[in-house]
C-alpha cells in the first residue's frame, strides 16, 4: 500500500485517544505488503539511553506476521496541540531498509512541519552503505 493521509491521520488520531492532552506524544502507523495498518507508540522511560522510536513497534509487528513495510508515518504533538510531521531517525531507516529502498516514509513539508511530503529511503539515503552489498535483479 502507498503512503496517503489515511495513514497519517491514523497516527493521528491514535495520539489523540490514547494521549488526549500530553505534549510531546505521538505515534507512528504504518502500512504492509499485506494490506494492513498497523500503530505503535513508545513507553515514556526515565533514561534517554533505553528510549525507542514510535515505529519499533509497528515495524516488529510487521516481522512478526511475515509482513513487508510499504510506507511509515510518525507524528508528534507539540505544546499548541499540533502534530508534526517527523522523518524516520538513522536508526528506524536502517530498520526499514531491511524490507526495501522503496518504502515510502512521510517526511515534513519543507514549509511546514505539519504538512507532509513522501520520500523513499532510496531518497533519504541514496548513498546506502549497505548498497554495493545488496543483490538486485537484473
Known amino acids: 500500500m502507498k503512503l ?27 502500512y504492509t505488503s499485506a494490506g494492513e495498518l498497523l500503530i ?5 522511560v526515565v533514561s534517554s539511553s533505553v528510549e525507542l522510536c514510535h515505529e519499533v513497534g509497528a515495524i516488529c509487528e510487521a516481522y512478526k506476521l511475515d509482513q513487508k513495510v510499504t510506507a511509515t508515518v510518525c507524528v508528534s ?12 531517525c538513522g536508526v528506524c531507516q536502517e530498520r526499514l531498509m ?17 504538512k507532509w511530503e513522501m520520500r523513499t529511503l532510496k531518497e533519504l539515503q541514496p548513498y546506502y552503505w549497505r548498497k554495493p552489498f545488496i543483490k538486485t535483479d537484473g
Open 77 to 88: 504533538r507539540d505544546e499548541k496541540g499540533q502534530f508534526h510531521i517527523l522523518t524516520p
Open 98 to 114: 531491511f524490507w526495501s529502498e522503496e518504502i515510502e516514509c512521510a517526511v515534513p513539508s519543507s514549509k511546514d512541519s505539519t
Open 40 to 44: 505503535s507508540t513508545a513507553p515514556g
Open 4 to 30: 496517503d493521509s489515511k495513514l497519517i491521520e491514523a497516527a493521528i488520531s491514535y495520539t489523540q485517544k490514547r494521549f488526549p492532552d500530553v505534549p510531546g506524544a505521538g505515534a507512528a502507523a504504518v
